[in-house]
C-alpha cells in the first residue's frame, strides 16, 4: 500500500516489503543516490531495482528506491508528476488518483474525523512553489486529546 506524497521526489518502498518479496521474484538491486527524509535527515537507504506496480487497475513497470522507511510505500513525484502522460489528478473528492487516464481508487487509513484537529500559522508567511518551510502554528486540541493531566494534591 503506497502513500502518495506530494513531496517525495522518488517513489520508495520499506525494505521490510522488499524482504517480505519471494527472494527468487525480488528484483536485484543496485546502487542509488542519497536522499533526505521530509525533515532533512538523510534516510537509511538500501538501493534501488525496477519494480512491476500495480496500483489498483494501473500497472507500472518503474525504478523503485529500497529504503528503512515507516510507511510501507511512498509514491513520489517522479511517478505523481513526471510521467509521460502528464502529471496525476489526485481527486480528494471522488477519493482516486487519475493517472495515464486510470482512476486509482484510494483509501484513507488511520482518519477518522475524531483525530482531525484544525492547524493555524501564527504569522502571515509565503511560501514559494518547489519548496518547503518550517512555520510556528497553533493546534486546535480538545480536552480528551490524550494530554496528561496534572494532579494537584494538597
Not at 538491486?29 to 537509511?44: C, D, P, Y
Not at 507500472?60 to 510505500?73: F, H, P, Q, Y
Not at 477519493?95 to 493555524?120: A, E, F, M
Request: net charge negative.
Amino acid at each position: 500500500m503506497f502513500t502518495a506524497d506530494t513531496g517525495a521526489t522518488k517513489t520508495i518502498i520499506a525494505d521490510r516489503v522488499y524482504n517480505q518479496i519471494p527472494e527468487e521474484k525480488r528484483p536485484l538491486l543496485t546502487k542509488s543516490v542519497t536522499l533526505a527524509g521530509a525533515g532533512g535527515t538523510l534516510l537509511k537507504e538500501l538501493r534501488k531495482a525496477k519494480f512491476h506496480l500495480e496500483l489498483g487497475p494501473l500497472l507500472l513497470d518503474m525504478e523503485v528506491i529500497v529504503a528503512k522507511i515507516e510507511d510501507e510505500g511512498l509514491l513520489g513525484i517522479d511517478i505523481l508528476q513526471n510521467e509521460n502522460d502528464g502529471p496525476a489528478d489526485i481527486l480528494l473528492s471522488k477519493g482516486v488518483i487519475k493517472l495515464h487516464g486510470i482512476s486509482v481508487p484510494c483509501i484513507q487509513i488511520g482518519l477518522n474525523d475524531d483525530t482531525v484537529r484544525n492547524v493555524k500559522a501564527t504569522d502571515d508567511c509565503i511560501i514559494p512553489g518547489n519548496s518547503e518551510a518550517i512555520i510556528d502554528v497553533f493546534v486546535d486540541r480538545r480536552e480528551d486529546d490524550g494530554i496528561a493531566k496534572q494532579r494537584v494534591s494538597d
